[in-house]
């Protein structure tokens, strides 16, 4: 009989919505290639050895575990099937970014990578049907069990939403912070100001006298404030350690990690019950729509773009090279490319490889990238994907002003 092999998760992104991309993107990889899933999400698990923002030793060594129910073996179980040699884990943090943004199967919470070169969902009208497609393909870890929110997460949302929801509540999601352009083009990183809320929201209120009860959930204290002097008697809020006063991330504060976290997810939570949404591009609003596929909504990004996206000559030649680049490398990882044997596990130390193998985490801080790997070898081959398809990526498109 042949023994399972298993798929170390132990490597994702920053913001907690956006490790939850990360965790499902591998549990997929893990599905295509016949693997058993274990999620760890350690101290040093942002992208191979970057702090994860949300650790706090007193709630754990596993930062999934706060807020989920565990995914896989764990404790003595796991270190027993290390050292048979039936753990393999990502290579590089090159193959993660490759599951985020350049395989073609994967869940995209941002059109970014080859949906914002080969083809592009990122500018123009609200591409529905590819929104939907990725929707769907996140769903089923949620409906067959395998991602499962902590009990009390649940509980903190059904006793506020009894408490201050009414029977028709408006949700809206603003992100402001430190939201930049990380790979979705000038149109989609724009920041939408409440202001630009206002609008949308009067229409709404409007065609529904019943709507007593507004759900803000933002990261922006200040804007906060904006929607509650705006709207006094319909304005309410669950998050208060979360919010941020300035453009800085509050997920980059040091105190109450995991008690920040918690406020994300009953956030992301309570939107998906509000009636309506109205949305920025951003993770919290777009996993509401995941978790309630009947949620009408609006996406004041797509539906104000003040950049017009024009297709430069060499995206002719870019984007097929990107296409064949995407597959090929998919093909290669799945024979192997992609995984390490995981030869130890201590705390946030992953080792893989052979013998006393050589560790993954070897970032020491959020902007600071690992070494480059010997030539030659499957990272260096990764590194290489990696970088080719961001170059050719950055040939597809300019933006000019709408109009100009």
């Given amino acids: 009989m042949t023994k399972d092999r298993y798929l170390l998760i132990c490597n994702t992104s920053d913001g907690l919505i956006a490790q939850i991309n990360g965790v499902v993107t591998q549990l997929q990889f893990a599905r295509r290639t016949g693997l058993v899933p274990v999620v760890y999400l350690h101290q040093r698990s942002n992208m ?23 995914i896989g073996v764990s404790g003595e179980e796991l270190e027993r099937l290390v050292a048979g040699g039936r753990v393999v884990t990502l290579s590089t943090a090159s193959e993660l970014q490759r599951l985020f943004r350049w395989e073609p199967e994967s869940w995209y919470m941002n059109p970014f990578g080859y949906y914002r070169s080969v083809v592009n969902r990122a500018d123009g009208p609200y591409p529905e049907a590819w929104w939907q497609e990725q929707r769907d393909r996140a769903r089923p870890f949620l409906s067959d069990g395998t991602i499962r929110f902590r009990r009390s997460i649940l509980a903190q949302v059904e006793a506020f939403a009894a408490a201050k929801f009414a029977d028709h509540t408006l949700g809206l999601q603003l992100r402001g912070s430190d939201k930049f352009d990380f790979g979705v083009g000038p149109n989609l990183s724009r920041k939408i100001v409440p202001e630009e809320y206002f609008p949308h929201i009067d229409r709404y209120l409007a065609a529904h006298p019943d709507c007593t009860r507004i759900f803000v959930a933002t990261d922006q204290r200040q804007w ?13 809020s669950y998050s208060e350690i979360s919010l941020s006063d300035s453009d800085d991330n509050s997920f980059n504060r040091q105190d109450k990690k995991a008690a920040r976290g918690g406020e994300v997810l009953c956030d992301m939570l309570l939107l998906s019950r509000c009636r309506h949404l109205i949305k920025c591009h951003a993770a919290v609003g777009e996993m509401a729509l995941v978790l309630n596929r009947d949620l009408p909504f609006v996406d004041l990004n797509y539906a104000s773009q003040p950049m017009t996206a024009r297709s430069r000559p060499a995206r002719w030649i870019a984007a097929p090279l990107i296409w064949l680049a995407a597959r090929l490398w ?21 080792r893989v490889g052979r013998g006393k193998g ?9 902007t600071e990238f690992a070494a480059r790997a010997p ?7 990764s590194d290489g994907f990696d970088w080719l398809l961001r170059k050719l990526g950055g040939l597809c498109f300019g933006y000019a002003p709408r109009g100009s």
């Fill in 48 to 70: 191979f050895g970057g702090p994860n923002p949300y650790f706090d030793a007193e709630q754990g060594g596993n930062v999934w575990d706060y807020y989920f129910e565990p």
């Fill in 224 to 236: 906060l404030k904006v929607l509650e002097a705006a709207y006094p008697d319909h304005v309410i």
């Fill in 330 to 350: 998919s093909m290669v990882a799945r024979g192997g490319l992609a995984l390490d044997p995981v030869v130890a596990i201590d705390g946030s130390e992953i």
């Fill in 358 to 366: 050589r560790s993954i985490n070897t970032r020491t801080g959020a």
């Fill in 375 to 381: 030539v030659l070898s499957k990272r260096f081959v």
